[in-house]
């Protein structure tokens, strides 16, 4: 309508818009440039119907834990209506490819370094799952997950990302140290 402002969204086309690049399946990342520094990632279902979850995750045990979890527990995770469907961040000693190879691995059943996200593996249409990145350095890293996540949050009435099983808290509460 003229004179209302768009409503702000997580997408596809947003994303891209603020550098995000790939936007691939996950078994297409080894076949792409997949920057090796820091960086952020989502992952995204572009069909915001209903979703079906598997019984049982098809990823890989870490530490002897099972990764499935209850269908019951996935639908009350689940925010209708939200393309983003995970937000992570590359930093520390891994970079983006390393991350996203592990993440990868993980869904396929392999022992792989990436617990987090795993609800998206018990989604029936797991396998069309988009994964994009914005590189960045560490530094930002840390703070442009976070600022992603509470985006996300502000969009959907509080809620996470349906994987995303905790809010990252900020390392120092932000202070204004202008004088004026």
Avoid: C
């Amino acid at each position: 309508m003229p004179g209302m402002s768009p409503t702000p969204e997580l997408t596809q086309r947003s994303l891209t818009a603020r550098g995000f690049r790939g936007f691939v399946p996950f078994r297409e990342l080894p076949d792409r440039n997949v920057p090796t520094g820091h960086g952020i990632y989502v992952v995204i279902r572009t069909d915001t119907s209903p979703p079906s979850f598997l019984p049982t995750s098809p990823a890989g045990h870490l530490k002897g834990r099972d990764p499935s979890v209850t269908a019951d527990k996935l639908g009350d995770a689940w925010v209708d209506g939200a393309t983003v469907v995970y937000i992570g961040k590359a930093a520390g000693q891994y970079g983006l490819n390393q991350r996203l190879a592990d993440y990868r691995r993980h869904g396929t059943g392999l022992l792989a370094g990436h617990w987090g996200g795993r609800y998206i593996w018990q989604l029936a249409d797991s396998g069309a799952l988009l994964v994009a990145w914005r590189p960045m350095t560490e530094d930002d890293a840390g703070e442009a997950e976070q600022d992603l996540i509470d985006e996300f949050k502000e969009l959907y009435g509080g809620a996470l990302p349906f994987a995303n099983l905790r809010n990252n808290a900020r390392r120092a509460q932000e202070t204004d140290t202008n004088i004026d």
